[in-house]
């Protein structure tokens, strides 16, 4: 009897997408977070903002953990074992490089933010919706992967779009900011930030495994 039939016979543990979408979500309040950090632009604003990002890192990692312990004590899993971790960790990054961005922010208090920042966490925000999304597919992933590959594309667009923001802001940033602190703590800040988009453009490079192995 090979394994595909007992595949069959043996109902699947549903338990993994409502965790993985409440990442998702995670995601998706950090990102917001992050935007209204960016428009207030004070540093007593700033602290506020790294506040309750960071406790949505700490929901993040909570989750983490909870996605780790139920594999180790399903017997049944809807996908790869690896594949859901590897997919977990993915999505806990991105709220990482989220928190790091506004403990950056916090700590070096910049003069000034710029409007490359801005635009980064708006197509953050924007991936954040399109994780969300495709994370909803997983669960109907055997019935149709159009929409999800779409939602992959989307991430992949995104990412490519921030770096083009990223490399215009390192441009004007060496050609115009002559304090060379200055230079270090906006670099650094803009990084994090854009680094978030390099991740979440992981998450469905990650999906995307997973739909060459079960759509």
Do not use: W
């Not at 700033?46 to 909570?62: C, F, L, N, P, T």
């Amino acid at each position: 009897m090979n394994n595909s039939f007992l595949n069959s016979l043996t109902p699947k543990e549903p338990k993994f997408f409502p965790i993985l979408k409440e990442m998702a979500d995670v995601i998706l309040v950090a990102s917001n977070l992050m935007i209204e950090c960016l428009e207030k632009g004070d540093h007593d604003s700033a602290i506020e903002y790294y506040k309750k990002i960071k406790e949505q890192e700490k929901r993040g990692d909570a989750l983490s953990t909870r996605v780790f312990d139920e594999l180790n004590s399903t017997f049944i899993t809807p996908f790869d074992r690896e594949d859901i971790h590897h997919l977990a960790n993915r999505l806990d990054d991105v709220t990482d490089r989220i928190n790091s961005c506004a403990k950056r922010i916090v700590l070096y208090n910049p003069k000034q933010i710029t409007n490359s920042a801005f635009e980064i966490a708006i197509l953050l925000n924007v991936g954040a919706i399109s994780i969300g999304k495709a994370v909803d597919e997983l669960n109907v992933l055997k019935k149709s992967s159009k929409k999800i590959k779409e939602y992959c594309i989307e991430l992949h667009d995104i990412e490519h779009d921030a770096d083009d923001v990223y490399e215009h802001f390192l441009i004007d940033l060496f050609e115009n900011e002559k304090d060379a602190i200055e230079i270090i703590k906006l670099k650094e800040i803009m990084s994090e930030l854009e680094k978030a988009t390099d991740v979440a453009e992981q998450v469905g490079k990650i999906i995307q495994t997973i739909i060459v192995k079960y759509a």
